[in-house]
Nanobody, 115 residues
Framework: QVRLVESGEGLVQPGGSLRLSCAAS????????MEWYRQAPEKQRELVAQ???????NYADFVEGRFTISRDNSKNTVDLQMNDLKPEDTAVYYC?????????WGQGTQVTVSS
C-alpha cells in the first residue's frame, strides 16, 4: 500500500519559518519525482516546488527564494523548508510523488501564517 504522510503543520507569525516533511512508503522512492503543492481556501491547488530523481529543483515564482525542497532517498522523505513566511502562504500543503507507473498524493498538512 502506497502512503505519503505529511507532517509539520503549524501556526507561525509573518516572517517566521516552518519545515514540512513527507514520508513515503510502498514505493521505490528514488524513482519518483516529488513535489509540494498548496491549496488556499477557495483557490485552486498550485505547485510550490519540485525535486527530480536526480535532485534538480524547480520553484513557483511566488516562492522568491524563500523555500527549499530537499529529499533523502535513504529515509524516503522529502522536505520543504519555508522561511520568511507571509500571510498569503496560508494553505493546506500537499506532497505528491509520481512516475509513469503511478501518481500519489498525501492527505495534506495545514500551514497558517498569522500574527
Amino acid at each position: 500500500q502506497v502512503r505519503l504522510v505529511e507532517s509539520g503543520e503549524g501556526l507561525v507569525q509573518p516572517g517566521g519559518s516552518l519545515r514540512l516533511s513527507c514520508a513515503a512508503s510502498g514505493i521505490i522512492f528514488r524513482l519518483y519525482v516529488m513535489e509540494w503543492y498548496r491549496q488556499a481556501p477557495e483557490k485552486q491547488r498550485e505547485l510550490v516546488a519540485q525535486i527530480t530523481t536526480g535532485g534538480s529543483t524547480n520553484y513557483a515564482d511566488f516562492v522568491e527564494g524563500r523555500f527549499t525542497i530537499s529529499r533523502d532517498n535513504s529515509k524516503n522523505t522529502v522536505d520543504l523548508q519555508m522561511n520568511d513566511l507571509k500571510p498569503e502562504d496560508t494553505a493546506v500543503y500537499y506532497c505528491r510523488g509520481f512516475t509513469i507507473r503511478g501518481d500519489y498524493w498525501g492527505q495534506g498538512t495545514q500551514v497558517t501564517v498569522s500574527s
